[in-house]
């Protein structure tokens, strides 16, 4: 198994940055890509961004593309994805995900989820 705890939500105002971290811990040997989601009220789950495990591969979704950012601690085992630029649309539970099999924007691809932190931007 591998756990997944996120932290650095919090509200902001528009315009501002934050940075969220998830720290894996567990079977991380088991881990070939992370990565970011998000799910505002009465909206489904979107992709935000992934790493791969070694972090040699990033992607970042198009409604965020230029202003988020994915990066990864080898010696932590953390994930980050700094957040600037922050508009209210950007309101939502933000979660972290781990594949076994490969970095992705599918969501359905990931193992194993962490239990969320919610960030919400004000106008």
């Known amino acids: 198994q591998v756990r997944l705890v996120e932290s650095g939500g919090g509200l902001v105002q528009a315009g501002g940055s934050l940075r969220l971290s998830c720290a894996a811990s567990g079977r991380t040997f088991s881990i070939d890509g992370m990565g970011w989601a998000r799910q505002a009220p009465g909206k489904e789950r979107e992709f935000v961004a992934y790493?791969?495990?070694?972090?040699?591969?990033?992607y970042v979704g198009d409604s965020v593309r230029g202003r988020f950012t994915i990066s990864r601690d080898n010696a932590k085992n953390t994930v980050y994805l700094q957040m600037n630029s922050l508009k209210p649309e950007d309101t939502a539970v933000y979660y972290c995900?781990?594949?076994?099999?490969?970095?992705?924007?599918?969501?359905?691809?990931?193992?194993?989820w962490g239990q969320g932190t919610q960030v919400t931007v004000s106008s």
């Open positions: 790493i791969t495990w070694s972090g040699a591969s990033t």
């Open positions: 995900a781990a594949s076994s099999t490969l970095a992705t924007s599918v969501l359905d691809e990931y193992d194993y």
